[in-house]
Antibody, heavy 122, light 107 residues
Framework: QITLKESGPTLVKPTQTLTLTCTFS??????????VGWIRQPPGKAPEWLAL???????GFSPSLKSRLAITKDTSKNQVVLTMTNMDPVDTATYFC??????????????WGQGTLVTVSS | DIQMTQSPSSLSASVGDRVTITCRAS??????LNWYQQKPGKAPKLLIY???SLQSGVPSRFSGSGSGTDFTLTISSLQPEDFATYYC?????????FGQGTQVDIK
């Protein structure tokens, strides 16, 4: 049974750095092909992919946000941490983490956390 | 970046209707195309992966087709629980991207 859960602040001030933790169970982030991604969704808008970390510690970032993002993993704790610097009110969104499955021509997010709403306001 | 464009943005349909949603990629993504369903306050749920493969546990009234740049999601007979928003997502490039969504509501 794969589960993921996001945790972190619900309110951050403009210019602050956001740190979110994804704690997961039911899989290992050291297994070949596995990854954990972060996706956010502003209220009433479509999901936006942010970042992905792979089993081999390779990483991918949204080109438009790359300069503000960092992603790390702690395999022993089954956690992935996302940091986003210089937060702005437009970054207000629900932030999700998700399990990435890969095999051949199949590459998708099959398990998602419940999401955590982060509001950016002074 | 690969841009994903869905149409229509919204549609109204009745229970039992056949519904088709299209998704177009700005360049070829072969079959690296996934479809998700999202209900209010919930995380997206995977329906279709690799353009046409049905995720385990998803009803067979959902189907996907297409390759290259043009893809479709079809619901053969719309059920009350299918009223939701649907998103396509490409996994061809390192930078994943989603479509803007199609909201399916009750006619």
């Amino acid at each position: 049974q794969i589960t993921l859960k996001e945790s972190g602040p619900t309110l951050v001030k403009p210019t602050q750095t956001l740190t979110l933790t994804c704690t997961f169970s039911g899989f290992s982030l050291s297994t070949n092909g596995v990854g954990v991604g972060w996706i956010r969704q502003p209220p009433g808008k479509a999901p936006e992919w942010l970042a992905l970390i792979y089993w081999d510690d390779d990483k991918g970032f949204s080109p438009s946000l790359k300069s503000r993002l960092a992603i790390t993993k702690d395999t022993s704790k089954n956690q992935v941490v996302l940091t986003m610097t210089n937060m702005d009110p437009v970054d207000t969104a629900t932030y999700f983490c998700a399990h990435r499955f890969f095999s051949g021509n199949s590459d998708y997010f099959d398990y998602w956390g419940q999401g955590t709403l982060v509001t950016v306001s002074s | 970046d690969i841009q994903m464009t869905q149409s229509p943005s919204s549609l109204s349909a009745s229970v039992g209707d056949r519904v088709t949603i299209t998704c177009r990629a700005s360049q070829s993504i072969i079959i690296y195309l996934n479809w998700y369903q999202q209900k209010p306050g919930k995380a997206p749920k995977l329906l279709i992966y690799a353009a046409s493969s049905l995720q385990s546990g998803v009803p067979s009234r959902f189907s996907g087709s297409g390759s290259g740049t043009d893809f479709t999601l079809t619901i053969s007979s719309l059920q009350p629980e299918d009223f939701a928003t649907y998103y396509c997502q490409q996994s061809y490039s390192t930078s994943r991207s989603f479509g803007q969504g199609t909201q399916v509501d009750i006619k």
